[in-house]
């Protein structure tokens, strides 16, 4: 497991290419949709109840090769190491990584994936403030031209030492859902590898992508019907 460290400084300073990301970000919500604010968000990134989330991440930034590699903040709007419901992604995406210090792995950010998620929360019955987004693995995954790439087996086998940390940290926690195949092949290598693994109940629903079209009302079906099942389990162990 991961150790605590003393808060390092954020090797993701911000650019220029955070505030074309916003600009261009902002008008896909809507007219009657208020955005929070990222620089807001990133003043608080060492609070509670993620300040220890983001010392882990700040460690795994320098983990990485040339100390170097991008993770994207814990959302401090989240539910931190308060989390009942980890709702567990794949890797980070490219408008997260294109927003460079201002990313966060977060259920406020307007992407097509996260529209889908919120579509699914809306319907349900699942309080966001139960929820701790991330993703398996935990930083950004590039190809040989520097293009973002889905994770494979070793990248999951890499990503593990990270995910153990991550569940330590969540004593709360009652339920994972699991996005896509590779995060449920991850949460599984993680049960089935780690020595002493946090076992709850896993919902596994397909990738809210837009590019998984095939099939996409059946699974924003399913994805609503996880997150009512995961909202029942965090009653039942609240009143057991």
């Given amino acids: 497991m991961y150790g605590m460290s003393k808060r390092s400084p954020s090797r993701w300073p911000p650019d220029s290419r955070a505030s074309a990301w916003l600009s261009v970000l ?14 807001s968000k990133r003043a608080r990134v060492h609070d509670d109840p993620v300040g220890r989330l983001n010392e882990l991440a700040e460690r795994w930034r320098l983990e990485g090769p040339s100390n170097s590699r991008f993770v994207p903040w814990f959302d401090p709007d989240g539910a931190g190491t308060k989390a009942q419901v980890l709702l567990l992604m794949e890797a980070p995406g490219p408008r997260t990584v294109a927003a460079g210090d201002l990313g966060f792995s977060s259920l406020d950010n307007d ?5 889908q998620v919120h579509r699914a929360l809306t319907s349900s019955n699942l309080d966001q403030a139960r929820c701790l987004r991330w993703n ?5 995954l590039t190809g040989p031209e520097g293009r973002l790439r889905a994770p494979r087996v070793d990248d999951l086998e890499d990503a593990r030492p990270a ?3 991550l569940l330590a940290e969540l004593v709360d926690l009652r339920v994972v859902v699991t996005f896509g195949g590779a995060a449920l ?8 590898l780690a020595e002493h693994p946090v076992v709850v109940p896993t919902l596994a629903v397909p990738h809210p992508s837009p590019a998984n079209g095939h099939r996409r009302q059946e699974a924003l079906q399913r994805t609503t019907a996880a997150l009512e099942r995961a909202a ?8 057991s």
């Fill in 136 to 140: 398996v693995v935990p930083w950004a």
């Fill in 111 to 115: 992407d097509p994936t996260t529209r």
């Fill in 26 to 39: 902002r008008p896909w919500a809507g007219a009657d949709t208020v955005l929070p604010d990222p620089a």
């Fill in 163 to 165: 995910l153990s940390a």
């Fill in 185 to 192: 092949e991850g949460w599984m290598r993680y049960l089935t």
């Fill in 232 to 239: 029942d389990l965090c009653g039942r162990t609240a009143h």
